[in-house]
């Protein structure tokens, strides 16, 4: 196995243009496991971290410009309060030792169902910046994920950023497993309230071929807010459960040895009604804060 261990961003695009075989590697909480059980024989391996740039965040007109090498620790000390979504879901990967190598390039290169980063950033609506010798593009992270750890980068590409707009409102995240740490999500939900456009963010975890959004859920829930925002009153129960019903029915689970479909059903109705029970109180709370 040739190991390839470029020290500049301009290294690392030319390096996986003259070898598109190449697994790229940083933290490597992915890549070695998979290594090491012999599930992944790459010819190359491709070392990030030696590239500065992927290591930084900056702030572009009011975006936040997260490096693909950023570790989750970061995230969560230095950014938990620009993006308190993300920050919420680094907190339950892995352990402290995993939160200081993993990063959010790294779960959207894996592009696993499971990978507790991606219904933060659908629910956030974020973008991811991805470059090659041929230059850089912007992807929806929508529109990243294409299959089962498949994702929209073509072969010569590499994750340079993820960009995220701090949001106007609350954000939460919840997740389910087989135990309370190191775990990987039996399903994971994401939920982004986005006040200064009257709209709402979803994203579903572990319970379908690929994490999504649940679109028909945040077209309810934004017509139910309507005359709600200015208000900021009470929510109704019944809007909360008919939330949970719809988050829900956009899921296309299976049965595998953390959980059954059915159980990933419900388990994902009562997260999307709890986490907006607790991002609207939030939202409510702010207003008394406020006055």
Same mark, same amino acid.
């Not at 989750?72 to 309060?81: D, K, P």
């Not at 920050?87 to 892995?94: H, Q």
């Not at 956030?124 to 299959?147: K, L």
């Not at 960009?163 to 389910?176: E, F, H, L, N, V």
């Given at each position: 196995?040739?190991?390839?261990?470029?020290?500049?961003?301009?290294?690392a695009?030319?390096?996986?243009?003259?070898s598109?075989?190449?697994v790229?590697?940083?933290?490597?909480?992915?890549?070695?496991?998979?290594?090491?059980?012999g599930?992944l024989?790459p010819?190359?391996?491709?070392?990030? $971290?030696r590239? !500065?740039?992927?290591?930084q +965040?900056d $702030?572009?007109?009011?975006?936040? &410009?997260?490096? #693909?090498g950023?570790?989750?620790?970061?995230v969560?000390?230095?950014?938990?309060?620009?993006l308190?979504?993300?920050?919420? #879901?680094?907190r339950?990967?892995g352990?402290?030792?995993?939160?200081?190598?993993g990063?959010v390039?790294?779960?959207?290169?894996? #592009?696993?169902?499971?990978?507790?980063?991606h !219904?933060?950033?659908?629910?956030a609506?974020?973008?991811v910046?991805v470059?090659?010798?041929r230059?850089?593009? &912007?992807?929806?992270?929508?529109d990243?994920? &294409?299959?089962?750890?498949?994702s929209?980068?073509?072969?010569d590409?590499l994750i340079?950023a993820?960009?995220? %707009? !701090?949001p106007?409102g609350?954000?939460?995240?919840?997740?389910i497993? $087989?135990?309370?740490?190191?775990?990987i999500?039996?399903?994971?939900?994401?939920?982004?309230?986005?006040p200064?456009?009257?709209?709402?963010?979803?994203?579903?975890g572990?319970?379908?071929?690929?994490p &999504? %959004? #649940?679109?028909?859920?945040?077209?309810?829930l934004?017509g139910?807010?309507d005359?709600l925002?200015?208000?900021r009153?009470?929510?109704?129960?019944?809007?909360a459960?008919?939330?949970?019903?719809?988050?829900?029915?956009?899921a296309?689970?299976i049965d595998?040895?953390r959980g059954?479909a059915?159980?990933?059903?419900h388990?994902?109705?009562?997260?999307?009604?709890?986490?907006l $029970?607790?991002a +609207?109180a939030?939202y409510r709370e702010?207003d008394?804060?406020?006055?």
């Amino acid at each position: 196995m040739e190991f390839l261990q470029p020290t500049t961003w301009r290294e690392a695009v030319e390096a996986k243009a003259a070898s598109p075989d190449a697994v790229p590697i940083a933290g490597g909480t992915d890549v070695m496991v998979a290594v090491n059980f012999g599930r992944l024989r790459p010819p190359r391996l491709l070392d990030l $971290t030696r590239v !500065p740039e992927l290591r930084q +965040w900056d $702030t572009e007109d009011g975006v936040v &410009r997260l490096g #693909a090498g950023v570790p989750y620790a970061r995230v969560i000390t230095e950014l938990g309060n620009r993006l308190p979504g993300l920050a919420m #879901a680094a907190r339950t990967i892995g352990s402290p030792q995993i939160r200081n190598r993993g990063t959010v390039g790294g779960n959207l290169a894996t #592009a696993s169902p499971a990978g507790d980063a991606h !219904p933060a950033l659908l629910a956030a609506g974020a973008e991811v910046e991805v470059a090659s010798v041929r230059g850089t593009r &912007r992807i929806p992270v929508a529109d990243f994920y &294409r299959g089962v750890k498949r994702s929209a980068l073509a072969g010569d590409e590499l994750i340079a950023a993820v960009r995220i %707009r !701090p949001p106007s409102g609350p954000q939460q995240y919840s997740k389910i497993g $087989t135990r309370n740490a190191m775990v990987i999500a039996v399903a994971a939900f994401g939920l982004a309230l986005h006040p200064d456009r009257r709209a709402v963010g979803t994203g579903i975890g572990s319970a379908a071929p690929t994490p &999504r %959004r #649940a679109p028909e859920a945040e077209e309810f829930l934004a017509g139910e807010l309507d005359g709600l925002w200015e208000s900021r009153a009470e929510l109704p129960a019944a809007t909360a459960a008919r939330f949970g019903e719809l988050v829900a029915g956009a899921a296309a689970p299976i049965d595998d040895v953390r959980g059954t479909a059915r159980y990933r059903v419900h388990a994902l109705s009562v997260m999307a009604r709890r986490t907006l $029970t607790w991002a +609207w109180a939030e939202y409510r709370e702010g207003d008394r804060t406020c006055a």
